[in-house]
């Protein structure tokens, strides 16, 4: 089944810098990749998405790229800001069945003002 | 996006009993739902594939005759912890979508068996 792998665990920067985490999965009919976002004690919210068409999706200060050959996505959020500070995870809906997602590990944020 | 709503947000309940969690969705309708399983600081492990009219779908190491679950309409999937056990404690969350791809998730039910 799918596997899918994130990098790194946690990640503290300064407000205002940048922000990426990375996701690797390992099966490669994997066709729909989400990042969810966790706040402490609330349920994860959708945040972005990308299909396996397209390369590239950008929403304000959050991207999402996507590399098929190598098998890896990665979110990027510029200009962050304290607000940004949750636990994102990444997701790939894998070819086994309707809808089912494999998460990855989750990546804890902190942005320090 | 999509409602999912769950009830109750937070359970606490004795050794031996069991607790039924449900799972609606509010503005579209979900022949599948999704349950998930979350220990602090970690991962959605996901428990089973709820399926509408039909059995569900449990992975691997999930117990079955543990976490019963039901899917009897196109709104609501119930999750019934039976015979809880400490062990059991855990923030469980149900997941559905209006469409092929994106999913929506409900605000979870943390369970503490004492």
């Known amino acids: 089944g799918e596997n899918v792998e994130q990098h790194p ?30 706040e402490l004690g609330k ?16 929403d304000q200060r959050i991207a999402v790229t996507l590399n098929k ?26 070819n086994t069945g309707f809808q089912k997602l494999v998460f990855g590990t989750g990546t804890r944020l902190l942005v320090s003002p | 996006g999509a409602v999912v709503s769950q009830h109750p947000s937070r359970v606490i309940c004795k050794s031996g009993t069991s607790v039924k969690i449900e799972c609606r969705s509010l503005d579209f309708q979900a022949t599948t739902m999704f349950w998930y399983r ?20 449990y992975e691997q190491g999930v117990e079955k005759d543990k976490f ?29 979508g209006p469409e092929d791809t994106k999913l929506f998730f409900g605000s979870g039910t943390q369970l503490s068996v004492l």
């Open chain 1, 9 to 38: 665990s946690t990640l503290s920067v300064q407000e205002g810098d940048s922000a990426v985490i990375k996701c690797t999965y390992s099966d490669s009919a994997s066709n729909y990749f989400p990042w969810y976002k966790q």
């Open chain 1, 43 to 58: 349920r994860p919210q959708l945040i972005i998405d990308i299909r396996s068409n397209v390369g590239e999706k950008k």
């Open chain 1, 69 to 94: 050959t190598a098998k890896h996505f990665s979110l990027h959020i510029t200009e962050t800001q304290p607000e940004d500070s949750a636990v994102y995870f990444c997701a790939a809906r894998g």
């Open chain 2, 38 to 57: 979350q220990f602090p600081k970690q991962s959605l492990m996901l428990m089973a594939t709820s399926n509408e009219g039909s059995k569900a779908t």
């Open chain 2, 68 to 96: 019963l679950i039901n899917h009897a309409s196109l709104t609501l999937s119930t999750l019934t912890v039976t015979s809880a056990h400490p062990e059991d404690s855990s923030f469980y969350i149900c997941s559905a």
